[in-house]
């Protein structure tokens, strides 16, 4: 059996349990961590000129962002940090799509670190709800 294999399904089991039990809020956090991961995936491949997987994790980080951004609620309490926030997503995607276009390493890091701070203030929510 191939190892690398091995490890990837044991993975994939993991992440499954572990989703299956999160609630709600630690669901976003895994959804920001996987974002914050495919982005760093991205920028190796930029530096190892693997045009094709840099391709790939652009796009799942994408598709995570959009993610995120589709769990706002917007049509029953559109206030302006949700309108903000909708706003920063957008951002966010637009500037993967260009950072993917112009392979700038940059520019992903500029995203990686728009994320982070999201993440630090939902993270901060979750430990005052712990508290």
Do not use: C
């Amino acid at each position: 059996m191939n190892p690398m294999l091995a490890l990837r399904q044991y993975q994939k089991i993991g992440s499954q349990a572990q989703t299956s039990e999160a609630s709600p809020h630690r669901l976003v956090q895994m959804l920001m961590e996987g974002g914050l991961d495919r982005i760093a995936q991205a920028k190796g491949a930029m530096a190892r000129r693997d045009i094709a997987s840099k391709g790939v994790f652009i796009g799942k980080a994408i598709g995570i962002v959009g993610g995120l951004r589709e769990g706002l609620d917007l049509d029953t309490a559109p206030t302006d940090a949700l309108r903000n926030q909708d706003n920063l997503y957008h951002f966010m995607m637009k500037r993967l799509a260009e950072a993917n276009v112009k392979n700038d390493p940059k520019m992903l890091d500029e995203v990686a670190g728009l994320l982070i701070t999201v993440k630090e203030g939902w993270d901060a929510i979750a430990d005052q709800q712990n508290q």
